[in-house]
């Protein structure tokens, strides 16, 4: 298995603040994910992180709301950036451990 | 990219029942695990089973990748399996690393 720790556990926001989550895994990784749950809904895949290069987004997500950061092996972070009240949901990062995903806790945002 | 369906929605169980979640998937996988999302939001690793069957105390999943499904069993079900189910499958020699989550199955145990 792996050890993924991520903070903040939650956090309530202003509209139009940033917030920065961060994750740490207890080995060195390859590639790190950021994952969304808007409430109600099933996870969706922000960005895939890896270290050295820019992160690669998927469709609908933009460098300039979610940027991240991959200094290293170990950690990763992910912003929320200049945010309103649909940015609230649920944010996880993960890894992969051989083939088998593993996440994190869990950031629960919630913007007013 | 592959679609992945769960049935049923959502399921109302008395404490001490059986029950049986589904996962459909468009595509051929070479991996496939299911997860648990407690009421706090956490996604607790329950089987990773791209294919056979596999056994772990009251909880049994089987995945037959060749008819493109898989299903989670629950025996005996306590108020604690309350939460989301969710199946997430991976084809990585074909849409690279990308893990694709079902629309999961919302369970509440009563007492």
């Known amino acids: 298995s792996a050890v993924i720790s991520q903070k903040p556990s939650r956090d309530i926001c202003q509209r139009g603040t940033s917030l920065t989550i961060q994750c740490q895994v207890d080995?060195?990784?390859?590639?790190m994910f950021w994952y969304r749950q808007q409430p109600g809904q099933s996870l969706t895949l922000i960005a895939t992180?890896?270290?050295?290069?820019?992160?690669?987004?998927e469709s609908g997500f933009v460098i300039d709301k979610f940027p991240i950061s991959r200094p290293n092996l170990t950690f990763s972070t992910l912003t929320v950036s200049n945010m309103s009240p649909e940015d609230s949901s649920i944010y996880l990062c993960?890894?992969?451990?051989?083939?088998?995903?593993?996440f994190g806790q869990g950031t629960r945002l919630t913007v007013v | 990219g592959i679609q992945v369906e769960q049935s049923p929605p959502d399921l109302i169980l008395q404490e001490g029942a059986n029950s049986t979640l589904r996962c459909n998937f468009s595509d051929s996988v070479n991996n496939l695990q299911w997860f648990h999302q407690n009421p706090w939001g956490q996604l607790i690793n329950l089987f990773y089973?791209?294919?056979g069957t596999k056994q772990n105390g009251r909880l049994s999943a089987t995945t037959v990748a060749t008819e493109r499904y898989s299903l989670l069993y629950i025996s005996s079900s306590q108020t604690t399996d309350s939460g989301v189910y969710f199946c997430?499958?991976?084809?990585?020699?074909?849409?690279?690393?990308?893990?694709?989550f079902g629309t999961g199955t919302r369970l509440q145990v009563f007492p």
């Open positions: 080995s060195q990784v390859t590639m």
């Open positions: 997430a499958v991976r084809n990585f020699l074909r849409y690279t690393d990308k893990l694709i």
């Open positions: 992180a890896n270290q050295g290069s820019e992160a690669t987004y």
């Open positions: 089973i791209p294919s």
């Open positions: 993960s890894v992969l451990r051989l083939t088998e995903a593993f």
